[in-house]
């Protein structure tokens, strides 16, 4: 079991920089893939970014690309996400989530086992 917590949410202007953290507290020596998700109010969850155990496969969500950055140092949890560039439509709760593979970066919500409470990220226009 891996408890995840998630900061750096706030309110910034269109054009603006946050960076969201994931810390974790538990089990957190095993090996874990980590994404991030986002969701507005009355839409569905959306993929954000993924990074594997090791850190070498990353993805990103389409509206995402070449503003986000997601990292994590030496295979460990806290995992991050450097959000630059920030629109409107980026507004939403953001959720850190986790799960246990060695190999690969599930891109669906439903592969994920841990969750974060969630931070909100409101960009101004």
């Known amino acids: 079991q891996v408890q995840l917590v998630e900061s750096g949410g706030g309110l910034v202007q269109a054009g603006g920089s946050l960076r969201l953290s994931c810390a974790a507290s538990?089990?957190?020596?095993?090996?874990?893939?980590m994404g991030w998700f986002r969701q507005a109010p009355g839409k569905e969850r959306e993929f954000v970014a993924g990074i594997s155990w090791s850190g070498g496969k990353i993805y990103y969500g389409d509206s995402v690309k070449g503003r986000f950055t997601i990292s994590r140092d030496n295979a460990k949890i806290p995992v991050y996400l450097q959000m630059n560039s920030l629109k409107p439509e980026d507004t939403a709760v953001y959720y850190c989530a986790a799960v246990r593979r060695r190999v690969g970066v599930p891109l669906s919500s439903d592969e994920y086992n841990y969750w974060g409470q969630g931070t909100q990220v409101t960009v101004s226009s």
């Open positions: 538990g089990r957190t020596d095993s090996y874990y893939a």
